[in-house]
């Protein structure tokens, strides 16, 4: 009853908050003589904290309607491309001039970990100048009704393939964090196959490819506990009225609350502070940490057997490294990987992935060629900044754009002057 508990507290709350905002509004009315004091600023900020820590966060916009590209600014429109119950596909169509040539195909897998794909935004943003980018849009489970079926680990592997036939070929997949497993599940199975879809480079960012190495806190969670434990405490039916009405999921709080437990002390700063900028009337700041929050508050269910059958085979059993992992039937063999290219990317202070865990993926993909392959490890980032921020923009993106680019097999590789980071 956890989860009804919960949604009976956020609607009990709601006239709370409803009132709240009003008298915010109130106290911030440049005609009410109390809002150019110390003590309206304040209560404004007090109110306007209270309501924004009470509220439920609803999936936000990417909100790229344009970029740059080869300095002009272009155009740039959503479309959903491919549809199945449990996710779409985002193509950030940009306007380009006819006759351009063309730039490298991308499918970027975002993490079903919580998160909405915005969360991808900035990863986004940065490589739109240069790629034809599409971007998995991940659906709240709660949304989905119990008659559209179960989604797993296995059925997400499954996607990653079709979408990369859907996209056809010459395209470079990137898995960043938690898709890191199944994207390159898919490549080792499209490969041993020989099928000639299989795309021409994949990138692994701060991914968990084998979880012994550095184990960090999250890891280590994983393997005290038998699955039983999370099945037992974690997993809950989705309540009434929601479309997913008794679908069990892994709620979207739970794990939010998770990641903020690791690092309370941050967000309780932050909010402070956030305090103090309202009272200051610091609107720049106050709007950053608005712009953060309002991403990283909005969260989504994952499906039971999704989230159950990832802790068991990546993090407690450890199937892909060791070579055991299966998908129907079939064993997953990252050897058979021959004709793409691998990039893993790691950031320096990852307290989720640890250092190494993704560079993994270089020691199983034993028959990749030593000309189609690089590991970078970008220094001072934790795991937010190895696909967001400003190191990323400037330090790790061009490094994906240059490496996609050479290992194309219809584009000529662009020579690019990157500084800065360590690669191997």
Not at 81 to 92: D, E, G, S
Not at 157 to 162: A, G, K, L
Request: net charge neutral; hydrophobic share 40%; with cysteine.
């Amino acid at each position: 009853m956890f989860y009804q508990l919960y949604e009976m507290n956020h609607a009990m709350m709601a006239p709370w908050r409803t009132a709240a905002d009003a008298m915010r509004l109130a106290f911030s009315n440049p005609m009410n003589p109390v809002s150019h004091t110390y003590f309206g600023r304040a209560a404004a900020a007090g109110l306007e904290v209270f309501e924004r820590a009470t509220r439920r966060y609803g999936k936000p916009e990417f909100g790229l309607a344009e970029t740059v590209v080869d300095g002009q600014p272009v155009p740039v429109k959503e479309k959903i491309v491919w549809r199945a119950p449990f996710c779409n596909l985002i193509h950030f169509a940009r306007s380009l001039p006819k006759g351009r040539a063309a730039d490298p195909k991308v499918l970027v897998v975002a993490p079903m970990s919580g998160h909405y794909a915005t969360l991808l935004r900035g990863t986004v943003e940065a490589l739109l100048p240069h790629s034809d980018i599409y971007i998995t849009d991940w659906i709240d489970a709660r949304m989905v009704p119990l008659s559209e079926g179960t989604f797993d680990l296995d059925d997400y592997i499954d996607y990653v393939i079709q979408m990369l036939h859907h996209l056809g070929p010459d395209t470079h997949v990137i898995g960043v964090c938690q898709p890191a497993v199944p994207v390159l599940a898919a490549v080792s199975l499209m490969e041993a196959e020989g099928d000639p879809l299989a795309p021409s480079s994949m990138t692994l960012m701060g991914g968990p490819i084998d979880t012994r190495i550095n184990p960090t806190a999250v890891n280590q969670l994983a393997e005290q506990r038998p699955i039983e434990w999370f099945r037992d405490n974690v997993i809950m039916p989705v309540p009434w009225p929601q479309p997913g009405f008794m679908r069990m999921v892994y709620p979207g709080f739970l794990q939010l609350s998770g990641f903020m437990s690791m690092n309370l002390d941050r967000h309780l700063i932050a909010h402070k502070e956030f305090f103090a900028h309202l009272v200051k009337n610091d609107g720049d700041a106050a709007d950053k940490h608005r712009d953060f929050y309002d991403e990283y508050l909005a969260v989504m269910d994952l499906t039971a057997e999704f989230y159950l059958q990832t802790v068991q085979v990546v993090f407690v059993q450890h199937a892909l490294p060791k070579g055991e992992m299966m998908h129907r039937g079939k064993r997953v063999d990252p050897s058979a990987i021959r004709r793409v290219a691998l990039l893993t990317v790691e950031g320096e202070n990852d307290d989720i992935s640890g250092v190494g865990q993704t560079k993994a993926a270089q020691t199983i993909c034993t028959n990749i060629p030593e000309h189609m392959r690089m590991h970078y490890m970008q220094p001072d980032v934790g795991h937010y900044g190895v696909f967001n921020g400003s190191r990323f923009r400037r330090e790790i993106a061009p490094r994906i754009v240059a490496f996609q680019r050479e290992h194309s097999r219809h584009l000529k590789p662009v020579k690019q002057i990157i500084k800065g980071g360590k690669s191997a």
